[in-house]
């Protein structure tokens, strides 16, 4: 048995969900592989296959059993992207096996959200955000919603399908904004509320937001590492301060902040002290409500986690202001 066969089988003997929906992610070599391939982590969305590779070229040996396990499961088609160590790369994903469409949709727990194949770096639907988006679909009741550093709307999704006065979605992508509407559409019996897409950047509209007054009940941050616009650059590494002091101006009393990022280079006590900096700064006091974490099928080596090591890169805070 392969190392990709031994995470399926593992998964299966607790991801129920997996085995009646085929979505999620079938192997995560960090945690459940060795030498080469502790560099994948490959997701599965229903016949087709994504994989990311993360480093220097992929090993022969270990691209020869990807193509054998995708032929063993019958796989129409399979994606690999490539990417540098932080997730920042000028690659496109390539087709590595079968034959792939440029849009695929797909039901996952509750939602149908559209899959996305060619010209782009992720195919829309981030699976370590399980979680969360099942904790949206209860806590977002009557709310007034903005998702930020939207791509294609997911995490808008849950908070619609829990019954949101109104969802808001911003991007710095036309295309992820459009997305985002596309895959509200999809869902649209299932809401109650409106939806919002807006093109632009984060920090424009949040001072254009302040200056008219307008607040929210909840906002989502999930920003990338790293992006550029015309105005400069942003990085989790330097920028979580203004990230969230631009949220928390527009967060009215007794809202519910929802922020994460994705980098194993942050330390989890680092992130948490730019998140209390920003909150000292306004003078704003926060309740943990709940910390936010990659989920089951994301396993990583408990050594590394107490040497701070492990390569555990998603994570958040869910924190409700009280002042």
């Known amino acids: 048995m392969n190392w990709i066969q031994r995470a399926v089988q593992v998964r299966k003997s607790f991801l129920t969900s ?30 087709y296959f994504w994989i990311d590779h993360y480093g220097s070229a992929p090993h022969p040996q270990a691209l020869e059993e990807l193509k054998n396990y995708f032929q063993e499961v019958k796989a129409k088609g399979a994606i690999l992207m490539e990417r ?10 390539q087709l590595f096996f079968g034959q792939v469409p440029p849009v695929h949709q797909i039901d996952h727990q509750g939602l149908q959200y559209q899959i996305r194949f060619e010209n782009v770096k992720h195919p829309g639907l981030f699976l370590d955000h399980d979680p969360l988006r099942d904790w949206l679909k209860f806590s977002c009741k009557g709310l007034r919603v903005l998702n930020t550093f ?8 849950a908070a619609g399908f829990s019954g949101a006065l109104s969802v808001t979605s911003l991007d710095l992508s036309k295309v992820a904004t459009q997305w985002a509407q596309e895959n509200w559409e999809l869902n649209n019996s299932k809401f109650i509320g409106e939806h919002e897409p807006i093109y632009g950047d984060y920090f424009d509209w949040a001072m254009r937001w302040q200056k008219k007054g307008r607040d929210f009940d909840m906002i989502i941050l999930d920003p990338p590492s790293f992006s550029r616009s015309q105005k400069g650059t942003f990085s989790t590494k330097k920028d979580l301060i203004p990230l969230h002091t631009a949220a928390m101006a527009l967060l009215k009393k007794d809202g519910i902040l929802v922020t994460s990022i994705n980098s194993e280079n942050i330390s989890r006590e680092f992130f948490h002290s730019e998140v209390s900096k920003a909150s000292q700064q306004l003078q704003q006091k926060y309740l943990v409500l709940q910390e936010i974490s990659l989920p089951m099928s994301f396993p990583t080596p408990l050594e590394g986690e107490l040497e701070k090591t492990s390569p555990r890169y998603l994570k958040g805070l869910i924190l409700l202001r009280q002042k």
């Open 18 to 47: 997996f085995q009646q929906e085929r979505v999620g992610r079938v192997f995560y070599g960090p945690g459940e592989g060795q030498g080469p391939y502790s560099h994948f982590s490959i997701e599965q969305f229903g016949d």
């Open 84 to 93: 540098q160590k932080e997730g920042h790369t000028n690659n496109v994903a």
């Open 150 to 157: 939207c791509y294609s709307g997911s995490l808008s999704l």
